[in-house]
């Protein structure tokens, strides 16, 4: 493309075989934990609003809190990526830390620590295994996202097997989430090696390559986050609400993130991301319209984990896909950015419109009209010949 900066990547030594299968194990196993802690907020949710005394709106600004911290990470994602890492996994084990004791305001500062180090971790995990994959950078996305998606399914369960109000038991998941990501931060700044970032000639262009991505591109990311982190966030205190059984209260947010776990387990096909792109920007965001306009009309049990589950089935291919088409415009954190501020945005309103509702079913409503405007623009970045979702 035009206006694409060149590169040339800094060559580095090679490793040995064991070496390297450690480091990505390590870097693997860290990126899987940063989806279980990204997903035990909206699990911990109806715990939350009763410890603290929260109103949906109070949950949404928190929640809100949660997600632009971790916006901030991502734009503290530079200079040495395994710094950034170790940073970022301390913040997150301290954020942790400090959630089980915290009251109802020092919750603000617990939750944004909490969020700024998963910020910084996922984010400077994501430039670092794109600049050693750079030849193939969209299956190893894939593979990362992957990998968040099975931490994330199995949040849910590790917060509310036990019971919703269970108080005890969720102080101790979330110590126990501390203290491994204090023991990641000590391994990733003891054996992991930093891999430099590529020369870039910088032209008067090349400074602003983010607003080079068409328009409805980064509509689709900011609102794929937005609507990824809304349903997570808000399912099982939606199916609390609706008088559902503990197993459905559970199975709600964990049918959702099994879609999308499933869906990223078939996106990683290599042969299936290049057929399906198309489809997967216009009748799969159809069906992700479809499915949460259902959870807002039909509430009841079983119709209630199948529309959580197309909804995580729909979204699950989503952020990875759009990373790759944007990366084909700008590499840099600044994506990562306008996809957490949506991330931020979202739960927020979605909270915010049910406490001026008094009622969370129509604060569903912000998270399937988001859903709506993707179906939208993703049928104009399908037809569009000069778009890289065209081989």
């Given at each position: 493309m035009d206006n694409m900066p060149s590169t040339a990547a800094q060559p580095h030594q090679p490793q040995p075989a064991t070496d390297s299968l450690y480091r990505h194990t390590l870097l693997?196993?860290?990126?899987?934990?940063?989806?279980?802690?990204?997903?035990?907020?909206?699990?911990?949710?109806?715990?939350?609003?009763?410890?603290?005394?929260?109103?949906?709106?109070?949950a949404g600004l928190f929640l809100f809190l949660f997600f632009f911290a971790s916006t901030g990470g991502a734009m503290l994602s530079r200079g040495s990526l395994t710094a950034s890492i170790a940073r970022g996994t301390a913040c997150t084990a301290l954020g942790a830390a400090l959630l089980p004791?915290?009251?109802?305001?020092?919750?603000?500062?617990a939750i944004v620590l909490y969020g700024l180090g998963l910020g910084i971790t996922m984010t400077s995990t994501s430039l670092l295994q794109?600049?050693?994959?750079?030849?193939d950078c969209a299956p190893e996305m894939t593979r990362l996202n992957l990998l968040w998606a099975i931490g994330a399914c199995t949040g849910p369960?590790?917060?509310?097997?036990?019971?919703?109000?269970?108080?005890?038991?969720?102080?101790?998941?979330l110590l126990a989430l501390a203290l491994a990501f204090g023991l990641f931060s000590i391994l990733v700044i003891s054996f992991e090696t930093n891999i430099p970032a590529p020369i870039r000639t910088h032209t008067k262009a090349?400074?602003?390559?983010?607003?080079?991505?068409?328009?409805?591109?980064?509509?689709?990311?900011?609102?794929?986050?937005?609507?990824?982190s809304s349903a997570g966030s808000w399912l099982a205190t939606y199916a609390h609400r609706s008088g559902e059984s503990l197993g459905i209260t559970i199975g709600a947010p964990t049918c959702f993130w099994a879609g999308l776990l499933a869906s990223r387990i078939?996106?990683?096909?290599?042969?299936?991301?290049?057929?399906?792109?198309?489809?997967?920007?216009t009748w799969n965001l159809v069906a992700m319209t479809a499915a949460l306009t259902g959870l807002i009309f039909f509430h009841e049990g079983l119709l209630m984990l199948t529309a959580a589950f197309i909804v995580g089935f729909a979204a699950g291919p989503m952020y990875p896909l759009l990373l790759a088409l944007i990366f084909e415009y700008d590499s840099s954190n600044m994506i990562f950015v306008l996809a957490g501020?949506?991330?931020?945005?979202?739960?927020?309103?979605?909270?915010?419109?049910?406490?001026?509702?008094?009622?969370?079913?129509?604060?569903?409503?912000?998270?399937?009209?988001?859903?709506?405007?993707?179906?939208i623009a993703g049928w104009s970045t399908s037809r569009n010949p000069k778009s890289p979702t065209y081989p």
């Open positions: 693997y196993a860290t990126f899987t934990a940063t989806g279980v802690a990204l997903a035990l907020p909206g699990a911990l949710m109806p715990w939350l609003l009763a410890h603290w005394a929260m109103r949906d709106s109070q004791f915290a009251s109802r305001s020092t919750s603000y500062l794109s600049r050693r994959y750079s030849a369960w590790l917060v509310l097997h036990d019971g919703v109000l269970d108080g005890t038991h969720a102080q101790h998941v090349s400074r602003f390559t983010l607003l080079a991505a068409p328009f409805p591109l980064l509509l689709l990311i900011f609102c794929a986050t937005g609507v990824e078939l996106q990683s096909s290599s042969r299936i991301s290049r057929i399906a792109r198309q489809s997967l920007l501020l949506g991330a931020a945005a979202l739960p927020f309103l979605t909270g915010t419109l049910s406490t001026a509702a008094n009622s969370l079913r129509s604060g569903l409503l912000i998270p399937a009209a988001a859903a709506a405007a993707m179906a």
